[in-house]
């Protein structure tokens, strides 16, 4: 509000200046004539270039404010849209925060319940049930129960097995 009234102020210095140039350059009579008649001073006011470019000035500021006006209606569309994305995109990350906790929360429980003592000699016992159960196989194609193929396919798989574990 400042900024435009200072403004304002400045344009009523320059005005009272390029008049004051007119009315020093004035007879007595012509300003006689000015002093008490109100059409012949309102003309010297309308004739200023500052005065006469204010409609101009005030239809230019209209032009803009609609265009601004304009623009910002145009692109409610857009901001409708990507508002309705943001909030879309925040229910998918609350829905994936609930998900990652009580996944976490499981994986707490599932941690806390078993030691790494424990996990090891499981996985000990399982490697070994593996290869006894490959052994087996191998004790299956010597006494000629199972084929050649059987044996190679059935002896790959339960080997790989005992080695992954």
């Given at each position: ?11 009523v210095?320059?005005c ?27 003309g010297?006011v ?7 470019s204010?409609?101009t ?13 304009e ?26 925060r ?15 319940s078993?030691?790494?003592?424990t ?24 006494a ?22």
């Open positions: 509000m400042y900024n435009s009234q200072s403004t304002y102020e400045s344009l210095d320059v009272v200046n390029s008049a004051m140039a007119n009315i020093r350059s004035m007879t007595t009579d012509q300003l006689n004539d000015l002093l008490y008649n109100e059409s012949r001073f309102n010297l309308d004739s200023l270039p500052q005065i006469r204010l409609p000035e005030r239809e230019a500021g209209l032009a803009q404010n609609k265009s601004l006006a623009w910002n209606l145009a692109q409610e569309p857009k901001l409708t849209q990507l508002r309705k994305q943001v909030k879309d995109l925040y229910g998918q990350a609350t829905s994936l609930t998900e990652t906790e009580a996944l976490k929360s499981k994986l707490d429980e599932i941690s806390s078993k030691s790494l003592d996990t090891s000699n499981l996985l000990q016992v399982a490697a070994q049930e593996a290869d006894d159960d490959a052994e087996g196989t191998a004790k299956a194609f010597l000629g129960t199972i084929s050649i193929e059987q044996f190679l396919k059935d002896l790959l798989e339960k080997k790989a097995l005992a080695h992954l574990r």
